[in-house]
């Protein structure tokens, strides 16, 4: 069975700072991988997706992440944070291909502080 | 463009009683999901529809929980009788296409409390 998992429960990181959320999964082919941030209150918003081609995506607000074959991971990056990006991020696998039962599986979350 | 609209936002029922959850998808997402978020994890996928139809319930717990969507566009989540452990945001999410290479979109939740 496909799982994910996200290694640090919370992290802090002084405004400004460079970050990266650890993020690996376990899946019998190489899955369709996404990022997904929830602050407060609020539905989940995609950040960004892989699905093949360039190892390194770009997403939005900034975010970027790499896909690592070797290491089955997909850490999420940014260079400087904001204090606006304190919220909770999940990294979440599906079945390649697309079409019929492709419900996301998701990992625990990290939450994100900013210090500042 | 609206987006997906869930009520009610909060519940606060005793356990034994029954509780149903209103989902609204965007206009034209033929695809609604319900995820069961509970404290300090990730969503976990209950039921997934295309148009009224069920695509995957392998995790709906049947012996309580039911859903429909019966002309393909609203959809309820229902909890009977709840149980303390059914305490969670129950999340609803819609796509336009049969395919997780669409964005999903997510609703706000709604957050029960079983007492």
């Known amino acids: 069975a496909q799982s994910v998992t996200q290694p640090d429960i919370h992290i802090t990181v002084s405004e400004g700072a460079s970050l990266e959320l650890r993020c690996n999964y376990s899946?019998?082919?190489?899955?369709?991988l996404f990022w997904y941030v929830q602050s407060p209150g609020q539905g989940l918003q995609l950040l960004l997706k892989?699905?093949?081609?360039?190892?390194l995506v770009q997403g939005i607000k900034g975010f970027e992440a790499e896909f690592k074959r070797s290491q089955s991971s997909f850490n999420l990056r940014k260079p400087s944070v904001h204090w606006s990006d304190a919220a909770e991020y999940f990294c979440?696998?599906?079945?390649?291909?697309?079409?019929?039962?492709?419900?996301?599986?998701f990992g625990k979350g990290t939450h994100l502080i900013i210090q500042p | 463009e609206a987006g997906v609209a869930q009520s009610p936002r909060y519940k606060i029922i005793e356990k034994r009683q029954s509780v149903a959850f209103w989902c609204n998808p965007i206009?034209?997402?033929?695809?609604l999901y319900w995820y069961q978020q509970i404290l300090g994890q990730g969503p976990k996928l209950l039921i997934q529809?295309?148009?009224?139809?069920?695509?995957?319930d392998s995790q709906l717990p049947k012996d309580r929980f039911s859903a429909e969507r019966l002309k393909g566009v609203d959809s309820t989540l229902k909890i009977q009788p709840a149980k303390l452990e059914d305490s969670a945001v129950y999340l609803c999410?819609?796509?336009?296409?049969?395919?997780?290479?669409?964005?999903?979109?997510f609703g706000e939740g709604s957050r029960l409390t079983v007492l």
């Open positions: 206009s034209g997402h033929a695809t």
């Open positions: 979440a696998v599906g079945p390649p291909g697309g079409g019929g039962a492709d419900g996301l599986t």
């Open positions: 892989y699905f093949s081609g360039d190892t």
């Open positions: 529809f295309q148009n009224n139809g069920v695509v995957d």
């Open positions: 999410a819609s796509s336009f296409r049969a395919s997780n290479t669409g964005e999903l979109f």
């Open positions: 899946y019998g082919a190489t899955p369709y």
